[in-house]
């Protein structure tokens, strides 16, 4: 049998099996975006199994714990009870399953090339137990292509074809830790298979389990659109971290700037300054598709900038504080600065590249001794130095109080009290005159 109805036995069994609720899924990557896509599916109907390298993952899982701050274990044990969950971290599991999504880590090496590492074992693993009528689908962020050249030989190394004995597709995580109003289920979810045939039943499969499903016509697409969402907010994170820099040797009030220009109605979307980039989506996915973009000869120069700005905002924030303390006749060196927040973005325990870090480490280089609050980090590791979070109270001891994450938690009307001078990264004392608040 040869072109569309070679696909037609596979295409439509799995079809039918997905439609029916009888494909047994899995997932590959038990982490922030995999659970919770294994609780969707398996609370949709499906027998899903978890598998992951973890064996503490694995077993939390097959307790009923859940060990994402967005999937109460509550819902991880009903589901493990119903024996619609379960976890395992023998990748054999694959041989008996239906569908695979992988969601693994994708970070940067040192040198800002992608480290593809995590990628390529699951992918192994997947390769060594593939079978016909699987359906594949990558949702790590990565570099456009890599479903194409990097996973595809791997799968058809087994004699099988993409398109017409297994299907083969790319789709970006969304997950947004600690979103109280977007969840796995109602983030619409984009979709690209490698042929048309792939992307149909990568559809089907999405469709029985998120509210809204995007199709795309290849995986190359889905690929770019991730890396677009987030480039789009490092380069616009740089802009403003620029404009902060500008209006500050311009005496202007970059946050006022901000505020009214997002009165805007159409056109404009606010982004605020701070002290740099933090996470492990926004500093590290726009440099996968810079080093993509330079293999076709084309260099990112908006993301190489931004990087360069974003990344400098540490050695700024210091350099603003050496001033501050200078006005008042004191030097740097020596002096005691408690920091608040080093979360790398408020209301959330994620130190992952955190600026706060960076912030830290140049104030200690600098021979200044630092102490900082948390409520969500209670100790922090430094290269050779370990840190505990002290109480908000340590701020009226302090030379110059650092605000770094603005934290919902923290009681800012104290430390206004009690600090004798306050560098405000974020504007968290947002519309407060006193005259020892600084603002980036
Ligand atoms: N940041 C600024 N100024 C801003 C916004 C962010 O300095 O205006 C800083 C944050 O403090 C943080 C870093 O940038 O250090 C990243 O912040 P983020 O708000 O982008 O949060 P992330 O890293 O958790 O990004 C995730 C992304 N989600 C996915 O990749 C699925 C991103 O696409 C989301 O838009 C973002 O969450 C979100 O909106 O919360």
Redesign the pocket.
């Known amino acids: 049998m040869t072109g569309q109805n070679s696909t037609a036995p596979h295409r439509e069994l799995l079809l039918e099996k997905i439609r029916s609720r009888n494909a047994r899924v899995g997932v590959v990557g038990l982490g922030y975006v995999g659970l919770p896509l294994a609780v969707e599916f398996a609370g949709a109907g499906f027998h899903v199994t978890g598998i992951d390298v973890s064996s503490r993952k694995v077993d939390q899982i097959n307790t009923g714990l859940s060990y994402v701050q967005d999937i109460p274990s509550s819902e991880v044990r009903r589901l493990v009870d119903k024996g619609l969950l379960h976890a395992t971290t023998e990748f054999s599991a694959i041989s008996e399953l239906d569908t695979i999504n992988i969601a693994v880590p994708t970070p940067l090496r040192k040198t800002k090339d992608p480290d593809m590492s995590f990628v390529v074992a699951a992918a192994q693993a997947v390769a060594r137990h593939i079978h016909p009528g699987l359906l594949v689908i990558l949702e790590s ?1 990565t570099y456009p292509g890599t479903t194409e050249e990097l996973l595809l030989p791997m799968f058809e190394a087994s004699g099988l074809k993409a398109g017409r004995d297994f299907f083969l597709c790319f789709s970006p ?5 600690g ?1 109280p109003k977007f969840h796995t289920r109602n983030i619409p979810k984009v979709v690209g298979g490698l042929t048309p045939a792939c992307t149909e039943v990568g559809a089907a499969f999405y469709s029985m389990a998120l509210e809204t499903v995007v199709a795309v016509s290849n995986t190359v697409v889905a690929e770019m659109v ?1 890396l677009l ?2 480039t789009f ?1 490092m380069i616009n ?1 740089g802009l ?2 620029e404009l902060a820099v500008m209006c500050h040797r311009m005496n202007i009030n970059v946050w006022e700037v901000i505020d009214a220009a997002a009165t805007k109605p159409f056109g404009f979307m ?5 002290p ?8 590290i ?1 726009p440099f996968y598709l810079s080093w993509k973009s330079k293999q076709a000869g084309i260099e990112a120069r908006f993301i190489e900038l931004a990087g360069h700005i974003n990344g400098d905002m540490p050695r700024y924030v210091v350099s603003r504080i050496q001033d501050a303390l200078n006005d008042q006749a004191k030097s740097l060196k020596n002096s005691r600065i408690h920091v608040l927040g080093v979360a ?2 408020r209301d959330i325990d994620d130190v992952r590249e ?2 706060a870090l960076d912030v830290i480490h140049l104030l200690l280089q600098r021979g200044a001794s630092v102490s900082y609050s948390d409520p969500y980090v209670p100790e922090l590791r430094l290269d050779s130095v370990a840190l505990q979070a002290q109480p908000l109270s340590a701020a009226a001891s302090c030379d110059c109080a650092v605000i770094l994450t603005d934290h919902r938690a923290f009681d800012y009307d104290a430390l206004v009290r009690t600090a004798p001078l306050i560098f405000d990264t974020r504007n968290a004392l947002r519309g407060r005159t006193d005259s020892h608040i600084l603002r980036l």
């Open positions: 962020t995580e969304r997950v947004d830790p979103n991730k969402e987030n907010r994170i403003v971290n606010p982004f605020y300054p701070g740099g980039l933090g996470g492990h989506c926004i500093p996915d790398y973005k955190s600026p």
